[in-house]
Structures are given as C-alpha cells and as structure tokens.
C-alpha cells in the first residue's frame, strides 16, 4: 500500500537519542528548501528535479542544530539523498535506531523521533510511509547509511541513525560502501579542496522493483556527488552497483544527473564542473583509483593476507547461491506461512460474516413476526370491542328512525283534531273580551264628551268674564 503524506504541513520533528534531543523537520512544500539545513548546499540551493508528491524534505537536527538534510521517499520508504559537511569522525557510537511518527501520522501530538516499541497503536497507519526495523528483521538486509556515521563527528554522527537515513545494503556491500566512501572523502577529496567547510557531499540511492518484504525498495545503485565549492572548484561523482560489491565507477556529476530522475540538477551551477581545475581533478582521480585497487596493492605485501583473502573470497562465492537458495527458501516460507493464515483468516471472516449475517437476519424475522402477531393479538379485543359497539349504536339508529316516522305520521290528524276541538273553546272565550272591549269603546266615548262639553262651557265662561272685566266699571271688591 502506498501513501503519500501531506507535505504542505509544516512542523518539527525531534529524536530523543542518549541524553539529547534528536531532531528532524519535516519541510513543507510551501517553504524553501531545506529551511536550516540550505547550509549544506552549495549556495544554499537544494538540488531540482525531485518533484514528486511522495518525496518528503526532512532537515535533520540534533540539539536544536541542523545536521544534514534528508529527501525521503514515502513510496520506496528509502531516502533519495542525504546532503552532509565532512566533520572530524568520532569515535563510533551504539548504533540506537529511530522510527519518525509524524511522516505516517502528521496529525499526531508526538514531535520527536522515537522507538517504534514506544508508539505501536498510538501512531495511526505506523509504517505507512517509511520503513520500519521490522522490515530488516530476518530479511538478510542492513540497514546501510546514506550519510555515514563515520565521517561525522559526535552529534552529527548520533544523528545518522535514523531509518529515514537507511537504505536495505547487503552486509557485505554496507561494509564495502562506508569502507570505501570513508577513504574517498578522507584521502581523496578532503586534501584536495582548499576551504575544508566548502566541500558539500550528496550520498544518494536509486530504488529498484525489488522490495524488502514487499515494501522496502532495495537500490539497484549508490552514489556519492562531492562539490568543492571555492575559488578553485570542482566535481566529482561516484557509483556503485548492488551487483557488485568491488566496484567504484568515478565520473562527471552530469554524467550521474543522466543516471538519475530527468531534470535533475544536483549542485547550482554545476559546482564549477565547466571550469575545473585539470590537475586538482586528475590528482583526484588519481587518489581514488589508488584506494579502489589500494585492498589489491596492500594484499600483494602480505602473502598470508592475500591467501587468506582468497579464500574468504571463494568460499563467498561458493556460499552465496546456497545462502540465496536458503534467504529465498525462508523467504517463500515466510510468505507461504503468511498466506495461509491471511487465507485462513479471510476464511473465517467470510464464514462468519456469512453466519452472522444470517443469525441477523433470522433475528431481525422472528422479531419482525412476533411484532406482527402481537400487534394482531392485541387488536382482537379492540376490534370486537368495535363491532359490539357498532352494532347497539346501529340498532339505536334504527329505534329512533322508528320512533321519529311514527311522530311524524301521528303528528298530522292529532294536530288537526286538537285544533279543531279548541276552536269551539277559543271561541266563545272570545265573547267577554269582545264585550269587554266594545263597553270600553262606548264608556271611553261618552267620557270624550263629556270632557268635551265641559272645556267648551269653560271657554265661554272665561271669554265672557273676560268681556265684562274690560267694558264694565269696576265696582266695590265685595261687588
């Protein structure tokens, strides 16, 4: 399974190695660059073309300092390169290897490089991205260092033993390849570059198809690009294939960009690769091809070691078909072992998906029809209930439809005779109001005249006192 992480995220990452703390940030695609660690480029600039989504910039850090920097793959799980100074070598610590939680979960609250023991089942998808020591385990692979411990001095060198700084190396090959790079950048390229903090090294490996248990890619070649960047400046770069151990190919750091991704540009400007000096370049490849036939030279002043060496070498050869033989026998063990009990357990998770499945289902049916006949069993009563109801309220429907046609066929003669036997009654009970009214008529006429004379006679009285007040002398008050 491959993942790519998110590298637009950009945090620190810190390793606890010894008493100190080993750090290693992981760039964001939004920064420059390295960040810190642009010092350990030529002209602090990265080398261009390594463009992919899955390639992750990590600086590398030590005691909150830059160490050296570090493009990783997340699809091979293998670094790309390692950019490192030459430093004076320490004496060789306890190899102490480190896992980094955040290239597998960025969104995780651990940001220091740990032992993979310490973060099993905290860390989500562990492994996802990089390797782990599990993967070397009993695969007949080491875990070779880009950057070698070896040139670097006491932080520098605690800080190499990462896994994202690890490449699968067959132990003799690792042997090989630190041996001899070791010689090359002490004997070879360290004397001959005037500004000894002016010599950048890029130590870097191009995957393969072949994986490490089906996830770590094992390089089908190591190189090393060395770049003197000073008045008097030069290149160099160096090759060696897995297929054989012996060889150390030396040529142009444009000749070893063709053998890498297209694109590539390793050193800004080519490290003066135009205009390089000839002799300090001749004098170069001189010292290297003298530490490549160096183990040859030193046989022939010792017999005893030549012979010796002989031998090692041929039982080696003898050896290593039945050692493949044996690594591929345990290999397809492993897998056979692997895929029997996956097929086993793919097995019993389909038998008993199935089972349950129709455990669930049964269940789901019986609950369904007991819920059904429940439901049946408690509407009986109300049902009946229903219906007793229905049919008293029907018959009294019935008896009052009864009773109001027979109201209405009884309502017509009985009104009539009942009005017929009060008319006689309503009659004659008539006659007293009537007289009653007509004497009231007559009473109340003759009173009308009455009242009538009276008011006339009294207006003539009054008009004729009135006459005789106005004509007639007033006389005595007894006349």
Same mark, same amino acid.
């Given at each position: 399974?491959?993942?790519?992480?998110?590298?637009?995220?950009?945090?620190?990452?810190?390793?606890?190695?010894?008493?100190?703390?080993?750090?290693?940030?992981?760039?964001?695609?939004?920064? &420059?660059?390295?960040?810190?660690?642009?010092?350990?480029?030529?002209?602090?600039?990265?080398?261009?073309?390594?463009?992919?989504?899955?390639? !992750?910039?990590?600086?590398?850090?030590?005691?909150?300092?830059?160490?050296?920097? &570090?493009?990783?793959?997340?699809?091979?799980?293998?670094?790309?390169?390692?950019?490192?100074?030459?430093?004076?070598?320490?004496?060789?610590?306890?190899?102490?290897?480190?896992?980094?939680?955040?290239?597998?979960?960025?969104?995780?609250?651990?940001?220091?490089?740990?032992?993979?023991?310490?973060?099993?089942?905290?860390?989500?998808?562990?492994?996802?991205? *990089?390797?782990?020591?599990?993967? /070397?385990?009993?695969?007949?692979?080491?875990?070779?260092?880009?950057?070698?411990?070896?040139?670097?001095?006491?932080?520098?060198?605690?800080?190499? /033993?990462?896994?994202?700084?690890?490449?699968?190396?067959?132990?003799?090959?690792?042997?090989?390849?630190?041996? @001899?790079?070791?010689?090359?950048?002490?004997?070879?390229?360290?004397?001959?570059?005037?500004?000894? @903090?002016?010599? /950048?090294?890029?130590?870097?490996?191009?995957?393969?198809?072949?994986?490490?248990?089906?996830?770590?890619?094992?390089?089908?070649?190591?190189?090393?690009?060395?770049?003197?960047?000073?008045?008097?400046?030069?290149?160099?770069?160096? +090759?060696?294939?897995?297929?054989?151990?012996?060889?150390? +190919?030396?040529? &142009?750091?444009?000749?070893?960009?063709? *053998?890498?991704?297209?694109?590539?540009?390793?050193?800004?400007?080519?490290?003066?690769?135009?205009?390089?000096?000839?002799?300090?370049?001749?004098?170069?490849?001189?010292? !290297?091809?003298?530490?490549?036939?160096?183990?040859?030279?030193?046989?022939?002043?010792?017999?005893?070691?030549? @012979?010796?060496?002989? +031998?090692?070498? !041929?039982?080696?050869?003898?050896?290593?078909?039945?050692?493949?033989?044996?690594?591929?026998?345990?290999?397809?063990?492993?897998?056979?072992?692997?895929?029997?009990?996956?097929?086993?357990?793919?097995?019993?998770?389909? +038998?008993?998906?199935?089972?349950?499945?129709?455990?669930?289902?049964?269940?789901?049916?019986?609950?369904?029809?007991?819920?059904?006949?429940?439901?049946?069993?408690?509407?009986?009563?109300?049902?009946?209930?229903?219906?007793?109801?229905?049919?008293?309220?029907?018959?009294?429907?019935?008896? *009052?439809?009864?009773?109001?046609?027979? /109201?209405?066929?009884?309502?017509?003669?009985?009104?009539?005779?009942?009005?017929?036997?009060?008319?006689?009654?309503?009659?004659?009970?008539?006659?007293?109001?009537?007289?009653?009214?007509?004497?009231?008529?007559?009473?109340?006429?003759?009173?009308?005249?009455?009242?009538?004379?009276?008011?006339?006679?009294?207006?003539?009285?009054?008009?004729?006192?009135?006459?005789?007040?106005?004509?007639?002398?007033?006389?005595?008050?007894?006349?």
């Amino acid at each position: 399974r491959e993942c790519t992480m998110k590298t637009s995220i950009v945090f620190l990452l810190c390793i606890t190695v010894f008493p100190g703390f080993s750090q290693g940030r992981v760039v964001g695609e939004d920064e &420059t660059g390295f960040a810190e660690c642009n010092v350990f480029f030529p002209g602090q600039v990265p080398p261009e073309g390594f463009t992919e989504p899955f390639h !992750v910039k990590i600086c590398q850090q030590y005691n909150k300092e830059p160490r050296f920097a &570090t493009l990783y793959s997340t699809k091979d799980k293998i670094p790309l390169y390692s950019a490192f100074k030459y430093t004076k070598p320490a004496q060789n610590k306890e190899e102490n290897w480190l896992v980094e939680p955040q290239i597998d979960d960025p969104e995780n609250d651990l940001h220091e490089m740990v032992h993979e023991a310490d973060i099993v089942g905290i860390v989500a998808n562990l492994g996802a991205n *990089q390797a782990l020591t599990s993967d /070397y385990v009993g695969s007949g692979y080491e875990r070779g260092l880009l950057n070698p411990s070896l040139l670097n001095e006491e932080d520098f060198q605690v800080a190499t /033993y990462t896994l994202t700084n690890a490449v699968p190396l067959s132990p003799s090959l690792s042997k090989s390849w630190h041996r @001899d790079i070791g010689r090359v950048v002490e004997q070879a390229l360290v004397p001959h570059c005037s500004k000894k @903090d002016h010599l /950048y090294l890029l130590a870097g490996a191009i995957p393969s198809s072949v994986r490490v248990k089906g996830k770590v890619s094992v390089p089908e070649t190591l190189w090393l690009a060395a770049c003197c960047d000073a008045p008097e400046g030069w290149s160099l770069g160096l +090759v060696k294939k897995m297929n054989d151990e012996i060889s150390l +190919v030396d040529l &142009t750091v444009g000749e070893l960009e063709k *053998q890498l991704l297209a694109g590539v540009h390793l050193f800004k400007g080519k490290c003066g690769e135009d205009n390089k000096n000839q002799e300090k370049t001749e004098a170069i490849l001189q010292a !290297v091809s003298q530490i490549r036939s160096g183990e040859q030279v030193g046989a022939s002043d010792n017999q005893e070691a030549k @012979d010796g060496g002989l +031998v090692r070498r !041929v039982a080696g050869i003898i050896a290593t078909p039945f050692i493949k033989i044996l690594e591929l026998l345990i290999y397809v063990f492993v897998e056979l072992v692997k895929f029997v009990f996956y097929f086993l357990w793919l097995v019993i998770k389909r +038998v008993g998906g199935a089972v349950l499945d129709g455990l669930y289902s049964l269940w789901n049916g019986v609950v369904s029809y007991l819920k059904a006949i429940s439901m049946v069993l408690i509407s009986i009563p109300y049902d009946v209930g229903r219906v007793i109801i229905n049919i008293f309220l029907g018959f009294l429907q019935i008896v *009052q439809d009864v009773a109001s046609l027979t /109201y209405r066929i009884l309502r017509i003669p009985v009104g009539f005779v009942l009005h017929l036997a009060a008319f006689p009654y309503e009659s004659i009970c008539a006659i007293p109001s009537v007289l009653k009214d007509m004497a009231t008529g007559i009473g109340g006429t003759f009173s009308l005249v009455i009242d009538a004379t009276g008011t006339l006679l009294h207006g003539f009285y009054y008009l004729a006192c009135h006459i005789v007040k106005r004509f007639v002398p007033k006389g005595s008050s007894d006349d």
